[in-house]
């Protein structure tokens, strides 16, 4: 099998993926990922980015949560 048939043979199970997971279990590895770049684009020392690490996570997901839970409130009343 060519590695173009086999792409296309996997796009219709990507494209199921999310309709069978929360997108919960998608975003917190994007969330952690994008913390960690942020992180390590601001400083050298694997301390630094570990405490900077979990300062965006806890920063993103905040604002992240804070957007979800106005959007559900949302959805609730509409």
């Known amino acids: 099998m ?3 048939a086999a792409c ?3 796009c ?5 993926l999310p309709g069978g997971f929360p997108g919960v279990v998608l975003g917190l590895p994007l969330l952690i990922v994008a913390s960690l770049v942020f992180a390590a684009t601001h400083h050298e020392a694997p301390e630094a980015i570990a405490r900077a690490t979990i300062h965006w996570i806890v920063w993103l997901g905040g ?6 839970v106005f959007v ?3 959805g609730w009343f509409a």
């Open 63 to 68: 604002i992240l949560g804070a957007v979800l």
């Open 8 to 10: 296309l043979a996997l």
């Open 72 to 74: 559900t409130v949302l």
């Open 2 to 4: 060519t590695p173009v």
């Open 12 to 16: 219709p199970l990507l494209a199921m």
